[in-house]
Nanobody, 118 residues
Framework: QVQLVESGGGLVQPGGSLRLSCAASGIIFSMYDMGWYRQAPGKQRELVAIITSGGSTNYADSVKGRFTLSRDNAKNTVYLQMNSLKPEDTAVYYC????????????WGQGTLVTVSS
């Protein structure tokens, strides 16, 4: 069964940190670019960060310097380290896997809620 399972969300104060994890199963993990997206209430889903199968990363301007995305191919898992969190980072965070060679082949996780509030 193909699935992505996110974990690590929760409530954190402004300036705090969280680490999100996304564990993949049922796919050849090394063949997928992995990304995190987020959707705040009343807003469209937006890209947060992406890491290619080769390990290259790209970040949204709003999170550059604060968030770090990494992958562990041996564990089929990606990690999003989020530091210096702001209230505007509050959103449901979704993990995404896109196959590097097969167009339109992608998987979404169920999402994990991150709330940044004092």
């Amino acid at each position: 069964q193909v699935q992505l399972v996110e974990s690590g969300g929760g409530l954190v104060q402004p300036g705090g940190s969280l680490r999100l994890s996304c564990a993949a199963s049922g796919i050849i993990f090394s063949m997928y670019d992995m990304g995190w997206y987020r959707q705040a209430p009343g807003k469209q889903r937006e890209l947060v960060a992406i890491i290619t199968s080769g390990g290259s990363t790209n970040y949204a301007d709003s999170v550059k310097g604060r968030f770090t995305l990494s992958r562990d191919n041996a564990k089929n898992t990606v990690y999003l380290q989020m530091n210096s969190l702001k209230p505007e980072d509050t959103a449901v965070y979704y993990c995404n896997a896109k196959h590097t060679n097969i167009r339109n082949l992608e998987v979404w996780g169920q999402g994990t809620l991150v709330t940044v509030s004092s």
